[in-house]
């Protein structure tokens, strides 16, 4: 499984962004995506998740009502719509992958990694 993450930039508070995950190698329909970050000098968070099959949604409390995650079937990719954005959410972003169709919330129940994104919200 790959997976390629891009989408970051640098934005203003209050903004909007859209990262991309774009998954190959398998079949994904037992698959849970899920995007995670890390700021500098912390350790990885959960932000969101999405199982493949069926769409049902999970989302860290901090990012619940401004940040959406989806996922577009025909084209394998997930992706994470980041609205009134604020400068805590700086971070590098991850998506992950996992196959099963259970969410969790912690990094190492995931098997695979794309290689991160840079968010950066300036005040």
């Known amino acids: 499984v790959q997976l390629q993450a891009s989408g970051g930039g640098l934005v203003q508070a209050g903004g909007s962004l859209r990262l991309s995950c774009a998954a190959s190698g398998r079949t994904f329909s037992s698959y849970t995506m899920a995007w995670f970050r890390q700021a500098a000098g912390k350790e990885r968070d959960f932000v969101s998740a999405?199982?493949?099959?069926?769409?049902?949604?999970v989302y860290a409390d901090s990012v619940k009502g401004r940040f959406t995650i989806s996922r577009d079937t025909a084209k394998n990719t997930t992706y994470l719509q980041m609205n009134s954005l604020k400068p805590e959410d700086t971070a590098v972003y991850y998506c992950?992958?996992?196959?099963?169709?259970?969410?969790?919330?912690?990094?190492?129940?995931?098997?695979?990694w794309g290689q991160g994104t840079q968010v950066t919200v300036s005040s």
């Open positions: 992950a992958a996992r196959p099963f169709r259970v969410v969790h919330r912690t990094a190492r129940s995931y098997n695979y």
């Open positions: 999405i199982i493949w099959s069926g769409g049902n949604t």
